[in-house]
């Protein structure tokens, strides 16, 4: 009977050990889906700025963009 309820408590453990492991990933998976839109907005805004530095090399040039 102890050897049945010694492996039931390391079922019930190692349950918790994976609930604990699955928020972890969870967690740091919303954290990279931060990042990964922080980025593409930076990433955005410094091809709108390469965009008109571009028209202002242009223009400056006597080019038609």
Do not use: H, P
């Not at 918790?16 to 839109?37: P, S, W």
């Amino acid at each position: 009977m102890f050897w049945a309820m010694l492996a039931v408590a390391v079922g019930f453990v190692g349950l918790a050990v994976l609930a604990v492991l699955a928020i972890k990933v969870f967690v740091e998976a919303e954290r990279l889906g931060r990042q990964v839109a922080d980025t593409t907005r930076q990433i955005n805004r410094a091809a709108e700025d390469l965009e008109r530095a571009a028209v202002s090399v242009a223009k400056a040039g006597g080019e038609v963009v």
